[in-house]
């Protein structure tokens, strides 16, 4: 079965760059997402990538994929108190199965 | 463009009481899911609908959990006899059907507190 892992915790200085972690189990994922949530919102899609790349870079975000060891990050550069926020990895299987699997989410502290 | 909307945005309610929590999709977006987000975890898929298709009731917890869509559009979660383990956030999402990357748009989400 799908199981997709993160930290629950990251603190970083403003400015500096993040680097948040995934691990997901399923070989079979065609597409990996980035999700942002906010306190007392829904979740906004920050980016995605298909399985047969291994890199994208979107502005101050750049996603790493790294298939053969199931791994996937997302860097933030140039860190913003405004980044603060609750950062979640999904994949998709593709097919039939249309629902995404999440992990439990990263808590992003930006301080000072 | 107006975005996904769910209502209320919370309810409080007793234990053994039925609720409706409602979704409007995304005009036009033809996939709609419901997850449920409990405190601390990550988001669990329950239910999704398909144009006219069956919906994939495959992560719905116990029969008390019920949804529907209409017309294909707005979608209606019903739990019935609410137990306190049942308190979360309900979040619905939709997505235009298309081969690929399934990018799905959230709506802000019901929060259940079940006393």
């Known amino acids: 079965g799908e199981d997709v892992e993160q930290s629950l915790f990251l603190s970083v200085r403003e400015g500096d760059s993040s680097v948040i972690n995934c691990t997901y189990t399923?070989?079979?994922?065609?597409?990996l997402y980035w999700y942002k949530q906010e306190p007392g919102a829904g979740l906004q899609l920050l980016t995605y990538?298909?399985?047969?790349?291994d890199m994208k870079q979107d502005q101050r975000l750049t996603v790493l994929l790294n298939k053969k060891d199931k791994h996937l990050s997302l860097r933030i550069a140039d860190t913003q108190t405004g980044d603060s926020a609750i950062y979640f990895c999904?994949?998709?299987?593709?097919?039939?199965?249309?629902?995404?699997?999440f992990g439990s989410g990263t808590q992003l502290t930006v301080l000072p | 463009g107006a975005g996904v909307s769910q209502s209320p945005s919370n309810k409080v309610t007793e234990k053994g009481k039925d609720v409706e929590l409602r979704c409007d999709p995304i005009?036009?977006?033809?996939?709609l899911y419901w997850y449920r987000q409990s405190l601390g975890q990550g988001l669990e898929f329950l239910i999704y609908?398909?144009?006219?298709?069956?919906?994939?009731k495959s992560g719905l917890p116990s029969d008390r959990f019920s949804a529907e869509r209409t017309g294909g559009s707005v979608s209606t979660l019903t739990i019935q006899r609410t137990q306190q383990e049942d308190s979360a956030v309900y979040l619905c999402?939709?997505?235009?059907?298309?081969?690929?990357?399934?990018?799905?748009?959230f709506g802000p989400g019901t929060r259940l507190t079940v006393t």
């Open positions: 609908f398909q144009g006219n298709s069956a919906p994939d």
């Open positions: 399923d070989s079979s994922s065609t597409y």
């Open positions: 999402a939709s997505s235009l059907e298309v081969a690929g990357v399934n990018e799905q748009y």
């Open positions: 005009s036009g977006h033809t996939a």
């Open positions: 999904a994949e998709s299987l593709g097919g039939s199965a249309r629902q995404l699997t």
């Open positions: 990538i298909f399985s047969n790349m």
